[in-house]
Nanobody, 125 residues
């Protein structure tokens, strides 16, 4: 059974940094595109960052560019999201997702088949 488990969320102050991790258990997803999405309170889920299966390409939402970095360890089946200079508007439940094999990074939720339960990130002003 495939499981994606996020960790690393918490309550931080504006300007702080936080690293989220996503551990994938079950079948290996080393060849699948991986993504991070978030759902702010009362809003729809939105794309944050994505990384291709071979590390070669990344894609970021405009809100994440320059502040967030997505990385992965294909051997350990881990995907991290390093978040710097956090803002109150970054407050959301962050979820990782596994998508299509050998795919370029994608911001479309429809390209992802497996999702984690999410981890809460709260940024106070």
């Amino acid at each position: 059974q495939v499981q994606l488990v996020e960790s690393g969320g918490g309550l931080v102050q504006a300007g702080d940094s936080l690293t989220l991790s996503c551990a994938v258990s079950g079948p290996s997803f080393s060849n699948n595109v991986m993504g991070w999405f978030r759902q702010p309170p009362g809003k729809e889920r939105e794309f944050v960052a994505s990384i291709s299966w071979n590390y070669a390409r990344t894609l970021y939402a405009d809100s994440a560019k320059g502040r967030f970095t997505v990385s992965r360890d294909r051997v350990k089946n881990l995907v991290d999201l390093q978040m710097n200079i956090l803002k109150p508007e970054d407050t959301a439940v962050y979820s990782c997702a596994a998508g299509i094999e050998y795919s370029a990074p994608s911001g479309r939720t429809s390209d992802y088949s497996f999702w984690g339960q999410g981890t809460q990130v709260t940024v106070s002003s």
